[in-house]
């Protein structure tokens, strides 16, 4: 008998954000193969820990490598000799943190492999620390992973990319869960008190990365011309407060929903006209193609690699645009209507580029092996 594929996880937190999104999205498909995801958690909570463990899966507690470097290492050398793990699977933002890759390397893991997720990094320190930790990462890694070609060069140098142990592994979603039903969008709309409002969304951490302030700027030159205009705002972070002042400085905090991290994203989408997303930078964002999956309008900055963009319906602008333009074009979209119909050429699309989930958790599946 087949012994089962056994995955370690790590860099997950506690935030329901785009790398834990996209690590579930995997694990639901291959645990129905018989395969095994366990976690590290740096947190005292792992987002989506209730769901790993009745999937069958293992959390970790451990200490912060960034902050306790050897005692994590002693913590995650137990787990691997516990676990006798076919492949640990590091999910990085920068290579400022290469600890579990080194642990992982020593530990005598078969598959060690280093994932990129973004495409830069906040912070002096955190920078400098890349720069010094990112020409040694092929040491300890056997597998390179990235989300896009834009965050693969972050993470990795030119050699490693034309390598044949390099993959862009793709942010894939269950397009189901996100199919355009009108059902479900007037419930939302009902529910969230925006009927016959022209309803903006925007999804990610309160943190600089995301570029909040220049969001709430839009959303101003917004209302100024469309009265009925609500913006919904999923998420939680440290800027949050300051963003709420903001809100009142610019008198629209009576047209913004601060929604906090929900579990039911999918269901939101259906209920926004525009989603609105001026990042300063990412990899590839895996709410940028749900908002795809849903079928709406997505307004973009084109900090973001063009990889993202899998239907017609996203627009690019740059940041040096003024929140007036950003405004004018997410108004030329009020009124549009969203149909059923739309879910098959959706469907095509992502399947055709490689982001449905059953095509690319099989090839997952082959690396790891």
């Known amino acids: 008998m087949e012994k089962k594929m056994k995955v370690l996880q790590v860099g997950l937190s506690f935030n ?109 320190l955190r920078n400098l620390m890349h720069k010094i930790n990112r020409p040694l990462i092929p040491l300890f890694a056997t597998e390179y992973f990235a ?10 140098s030119e050699k490693i ?38 309803v903006l969304g925007h999804v990610g951490r ?23 205009s609500v913006l919904l705002l999923v998420g939680e972070g440290e800027l949050q407060e300051e963003i709420r002042k903001k809100a009142k400085e610019y008198r629209i905090e009576d047209r913004i929903q601060f929604l906090g991290i ?34 709406i309008r997505s307004v973009m900055a084109d900090t973001i690699t063009s990889e993202v963009k899998l239907i017609d319906k996203v627009e690019f602008l740059s940041l040096q645009d003024s929140p007036k333009k950003w405004s004018q074009t997410i108004l030329s979209y009020k009124g549009e209507e969203r149909k059923g119909e739309e879910n098959a050429v959706i469907r095509q699309a992502f399947a055709k580029a490689g982001y449905d989930i059953e095509t690319a958790a099989q090839t997952l599946l082959s690396y790891y092996k």
């Open 262 to 295: 929900r579990k039911d994203v999918a269901r939101l989408w259906k209920g926004m006209d525009v989603f609105v997303f001026p990042s300063l930078f990412e990899g590839l964002p895996i709410v940028a193609l749900e908002a795809q999956a849903s079928g």
């Open 16 to 124: 329901p954000g785009g790398i834990e999104s996209f690590v579930m999205t995997y694990y639901r498909e291959l645990s129905r193969q018989g395969v095994r995801f366990d976690f590290i958690s740096m947190f005292p909570h792992l987002a989506y820990e209730e769901e790993i463990t009745s999937l069958g899966g293992k959390v970790f507690h451990t200490c912060d490598a960034r902050k306790h470097p050897l005692r994590f290492s002693r913590q995650m050398r137990k787990i691997l000799r516990i676990g006798r793990y076919n492949a640990v699977h590091v999910n990085m933002l920068s290579a400022a943190n290469i600890v579990p890759l080194i642990v992982a390397r020593y530990g005598k893991v078969p598959v060690v492999i280093a994932h990129s997720h973004n495409s830069s990094t906040p912070g002096l």
């Open 206 to 228: 309160f943190e600089e990365q995301k570029n909040h302030e220049f969001l709430l700027k839009i959303f101003r030159e917004v209302v100024s011309d469309c009265e009925e």
């Open 161 to 198: 990319r034309k390598s044949e142990n390099y993959h862009v592994v793709h942010n894939a979603l269950n397009l189901e869960k996100f199919a355009f039903r009108q059902s479900e969008r007037n419930e939302v709309r009902q529910e969230l008190g925006v009927e016959g409002k022209f």
């Open 147 to 156: 989300c896009s070609e834009l965050a693969g060069e972050w993470l990795f």
